[in-house]
Protein backbone atom coordinates (compact mmCIF):
# COMPACT_ATOMS: atom_id res chain seq x y z
CA UNK A 1 0.00 0.00 0.00
CA UNK A 2 1.08 3.58 -0.89
CA UNK A 3 1.58 5.74 1.90
CA UNK A 4 1.84 9.38 2.54
CA UNK A 5 3.17 10.42 6.36
CA UNK A 6 2.84 13.86 7.15
CA UNK A 7 4.80 15.08 10.15
CA UNK A 8 2.32 16.14 12.75
CA UNK A 9 -1.18 15.54 12.79
CA UNK A 10 -1.92 19.06 15.29
CA UNK A 11 0.30 22.54 15.26
CA UNK A 12 -0.11 25.05 16.86
CA UNK A 13 2.00 28.31 16.04
CA UNK A 14 1.88 31.93 16.47
CA UNK A 15 1.27 35.11 13.90
CA UNK A 16 4.65 35.88 12.14
CA UNK A 17 6.49 32.29 13.07
CA UNK A 18 8.17 30.17 9.61
CA UNK A 19 6.41 26.78 9.99
CA UNK A 20 7.35 23.87 8.11
CA UNK A 21 4.95 20.97 7.01
CA UNK A 22 6.95 17.47 5.78
CA UNK A 23 5.60 14.73 3.70
CA UNK A 24 7.20 11.83 3.18
CA UNK A 25 5.91 9.41 0.22
CA UNK A 26 6.99 5.29 0.32
CA UNK A 27 6.44 4.69 -3.26
CA UNK A 28 9.15 6.70 -5.67
CA UNK A 29 6.01 9.16 -6.88
CA UNK A 30 7.26 11.77 -9.26
CA UNK A 31 4.50 13.48 -8.30
CA UNK A 32 3.71 15.93 -4.54
CA UNK A 33 1.03 18.31 -3.98
CA UNK A 34 0.23 20.16 -1.48
CA UNK A 35 -3.64 20.93 -0.67
CA UNK A 36 -6.04 23.29 1.80
CA UNK A 37 -8.94 22.54 3.34
CA UNK A 38 -11.19 24.81 4.50
CA UNK A 39 -14.82 24.75 5.70
CA UNK A 40 -17.11 25.82 2.65
CA UNK A 41 -14.01 26.07 0.35
CA UNK A 42 -13.12 22.15 -0.17
CA UNK A 43 -9.71 21.44 -1.46
CA UNK A 44 -7.37 24.27 -2.94
CA UNK A 45 -4.47 23.30 -4.39
CA UNK A 46 -1.39 25.18 -3.63
CA UNK A 47 1.45 24.04 -5.52
CA UNK A 48 2.87 20.67 -7.06
CA UNK A 49 5.33 19.30 -7.96
CA UNK A 50 6.56 16.87 -10.70
CA UNK A 51 10.16 15.74 -9.81
CA UNK A 52 13.12 16.73 -7.32
CA UNK A 53 14.04 20.63 -7.13
CA UNK A 54 10.83 21.41 -9.71
CA UNK A 55 7.83 23.58 -8.36
CA UNK A 56 4.77 24.77 -10.21
CA UNK A 57 2.43 26.75 -8.34
CA UNK A 58 -0.82 25.92 -7.35
CA UNK A 59 -4.34 28.08 -7.12
CA UNK A 60 -3.27 29.86 -4.01
CA UNK A 61 0.40 29.78 -3.57
CA UNK A 62 0.40 33.32 -2.00
CA UNK A 63 2.06 33.13 1.54
CA UNK A 64 3.95 29.70 1.06
CA UNK A 65 7.00 27.98 -1.07
CA UNK A 66 7.88 24.40 -1.19
CA UNK A 67 10.80 22.49 -1.02
CA UNK A 68 11.52 19.54 -2.85
CA UNK A 69 15.07 18.30 -2.42
CA UNK A 70 14.54 14.38 -2.29
CA UNK A 71 11.93 12.63 -4.28
CA UNK A 72 10.29 11.32 -1.37
CA UNK A 73 10.48 14.35 0.81
CA UNK A 74 8.20 17.74 0.21
CA UNK A 75 8.06 20.36 2.20
CA UNK A 76 5.39 22.95 2.68
CA UNK A 77 6.98 26.39 4.31
CA UNK A 78 4.79 29.48 5.43
CA UNK A 79 7.40 31.83 5.74
CA UNK A 80 5.21 34.19 8.09
CA UNK A 81 2.66 32.34 9.21
CA UNK A 82 -0.87 34.28 9.52
CA UNK A 83 -4.30 33.67 11.18
CA UNK A 84 -5.80 33.20 7.63
CA UNK A 85 -3.34 29.91 7.19
CA UNK A 86 -5.51 28.16 10.07
CA UNK A 87 -6.40 25.53 8.36
CA UNK A 88 -5.98 21.32 7.49
CA UNK A 89 -3.23 20.48 5.10
CA UNK A 90 -3.32 18.22 2.92
CA UNK A 91 -0.11 16.34 0.83
CA UNK A 92 -0.64 14.16 -1.89
CA UNK A 93 1.53 11.63 -4.48
CA UNK A 94 0.64 10.32 -7.64
CA UNK A 95 2.99 8.38 -10.07
CA UNK A 96 3.89 10.40 -13.09
CA UNK A 97 1.87 8.97 -16.53
CA UNK A 98 -1.20 7.37 -14.14
CA UNK A 99 -4.20 8.87 -13.90
CA UNK A 100 -5.68 10.96 -11.27
CA UNK A 101 -7.56 8.71 -9.05
CA UNK A 102 -4.11 7.50 -8.37
CA UNK A 103 -3.88 10.13 -6.58
CA UNK A 104 -2.87 9.17 -2.97
CA UNK A 105 -3.30 11.16 0.41
CA UNK A 106 -2.05 11.65 3.40
CA UNK A 107 -3.99 12.02 6.67
CA UNK A 108 -3.32 15.68 6.98
CA UNK A 109 -1.66 18.71 9.18
CA UNK A 110 -4.14 20.96 11.51
CA UNK A 111 -2.39 24.12 11.54
CA UNK A 112 -3.55 26.53 13.88
CA UNK A 113 -2.40 29.73 13.78
CA UNK A 114 -2.74 32.07 17.29
CA UNK B 1 -15.00 32.00 -10.36
CA UNK B 2 -15.29 28.20 -8.95
CA UNK B 3 -14.98 25.81 -11.54
CA UNK B 4 -16.97 22.87 -9.82
CA UNK B 5 -19.85 23.26 -7.75
CA UNK B 6 -21.11 21.07 -5.33
CA UNK B 7 -24.20 23.23 -3.96
CA UNK B 8 -25.81 21.54 -1.05
CA UNK B 9 -23.23 21.20 1.67
CA UNK B 10 -25.22 18.60 3.67
CA UNK B 11 -27.51 15.92 2.93
CA UNK B 12 -29.09 13.27 5.23
CA UNK B 13 -30.11 9.98 4.44
CA UNK B 14 -31.79 7.14 5.73
CA UNK B 15 -29.98 3.86 6.17
CA UNK B 16 -31.07 1.69 3.09
CA UNK B 17 -32.30 4.46 0.85
CA UNK B 18 -30.72 6.17 -2.11
CA UNK B 19 -28.42 8.99 -1.77
CA UNK B 20 -27.72 11.12 -4.53
CA UNK B 21 -24.83 13.76 -4.53
CA UNK B 22 -24.88 16.79 -7.20
CA UNK B 23 -22.24 18.28 -9.12
CA UNK B 24 -21.93 21.40 -11.30
CA UNK B 25 -18.61 22.37 -13.56
CA UNK B 26 -18.50 25.59 -15.24
CA UNK B 27 -15.25 24.65 -17.90
CA UNK B 28 -15.89 22.62 -20.66
CA UNK B 29 -12.38 21.48 -21.28
CA UNK B 30 -12.95 19.14 -17.91
CA UNK B 31 -13.28 15.60 -19.58
CA UNK B 32 -12.68 13.68 -16.41
CA UNK B 33 -14.51 13.38 -13.01
CA UNK B 34 -13.51 12.41 -10.23
CA UNK B 35 -15.53 11.49 -7.04
CA UNK B 36 -13.55 11.21 -3.47
CA UNK B 37 -14.82 10.22 0.01
CA UNK B 38 -13.37 11.63 3.22
CA UNK B 39 -13.74 10.71 6.57
CA UNK B 40 -12.88 13.36 9.37
CA UNK B 41 -9.11 12.64 10.67
CA UNK B 42 -7.91 11.07 7.14
CA UNK B 43 -7.10 12.34 3.75
CA UNK B 44 -9.36 11.45 1.23
CA UNK B 45 -9.76 8.31 -0.81
CA UNK B 46 -11.04 8.22 -4.40
CA UNK B 47 -13.97 6.15 -4.78
CA UNK B 48 -14.99 6.80 -8.57
CA UNK B 49 -14.27 8.48 -11.50
CA UNK B 50 -15.93 8.89 -15.11
CA UNK B 51 -14.57 10.23 -18.49
CA UNK B 52 -16.43 12.22 -20.87
CA UNK B 53 -16.58 9.40 -23.28
CA UNK B 54 -19.21 7.65 -20.82
CA UNK B 55 -22.05 8.63 -19.81
CA UNK B 56 -22.35 6.24 -16.57
CA UNK B 57 -20.13 4.46 -14.84
CA UNK B 58 -20.88 1.73 -11.74
CA UNK B 59 -18.96 0.16 -9.25
CA UNK B 60 -21.00 -1.61 -6.85
CA UNK B 61 -23.53 0.63 -4.43
CA UNK B 62 -21.79 3.39 -6.03
CA UNK B 63 -22.90 4.80 -9.91
CA UNK B 64 -21.75 8.05 -11.10
CA UNK B 65 -23.78 9.72 -13.93
CA UNK B 66 -22.53 12.52 -16.64
CA UNK B 67 -24.31 14.97 -18.56
CA UNK B 68 -22.16 16.72 -20.65
CA UNK B 69 -24.75 19.29 -21.90
CA UNK B 70 -25.58 20.10 -19.00
CA UNK B 71 -22.75 20.28 -17.26
CA UNK B 72 -23.56 18.31 -14.24
CA UNK B 73 -22.73 14.40 -12.73
CA UNK B 74 -24.06 13.10 -9.76
CA UNK B 75 -23.03 9.99 -7.26
CA UNK B 76 -26.10 7.56 -6.42
CA UNK B 77 -25.48 5.24 -3.69
CA UNK B 78 -27.57 2.46 -3.18
CA UNK B 79 -27.97 1.52 -0.72
CA UNK B 80 -26.86 3.95 2.05
CA UNK B 81 -25.36 2.49 5.15
CA UNK B 82 -24.10 4.29 8.10
CA UNK B 83 -20.17 3.73 7.32
CA UNK B 84 -20.89 5.93 4.11
CA UNK B 85 -21.45 8.97 6.31
CA UNK B 86 -18.82 11.13 4.74
CA UNK B 87 -17.85 14.32 3.08
CA UNK B 88 -17.72 13.95 -0.64
CA UNK B 89 -15.57 16.02 -3.08
CA UNK B 90 -16.24 16.00 -6.45
CA UNK B 91 -13.45 16.57 -8.83
CA UNK B 92 -12.66 17.53 -12.31
CA UNK B 93 -9.48 17.62 -14.87
CA UNK B 94 -8.66 18.38 -18.23
CA UNK B 95 -7.07 14.89 -19.10
CA UNK B 96 -6.35 11.72 -17.16
CA UNK B 97 -3.28 13.28 -15.92
CA UNK B 98 -4.31 16.69 -15.49
CA UNK B 99 -4.56 18.71 -11.61
CA UNK B 100 -7.44 17.82 -10.04
CA UNK B 101 -10.12 20.81 -9.28
CA UNK B 102 -12.38 19.91 -6.35
CA UNK B 103 -15.78 21.28 -5.18
CA UNK B 104 -16.24 22.29 -1.62
CA UNK B 105 -18.08 18.84 -0.65
CA UNK B 106 -21.48 17.47 0.56
CA UNK B 107 -21.24 15.77 3.77
CA UNK B 108 -23.76 12.57 4.03
CA UNK B 109 -25.18 11.88 6.95
CA UNK B 110 -26.78 8.01 7.16
CA UNK B 111 -28.89 7.45 9.93
CA UNK B 112 -29.63 3.72 11.16
Known amino acids: DVKVTQSSRYLVKRTGEKVFLECVQDMDHENMFWYRQDPGLGLRLIYF???????EKGDIPEGYSVSREKKERFSLILESASTNQTSMYLC?????????????FGSGTQLSVL | DQQVKQNSPSLSVQEGRISILNCDYT??????FLWYKKYPAEGPTFLIS?????DKNEDGRFTVFLNKSAKHLSLHIVPSQPGDSAVYFCAASVGSQGNLIFGKGTKLSVKP
Open chain 1, 49 to 55: SYDVKMK
Open chain 1, 92 to 104: ASSLSGTGVEKLF
Open chain 2, 27 to 32: NSMFDY
Open chain 2, 50 to 54: ISSIK
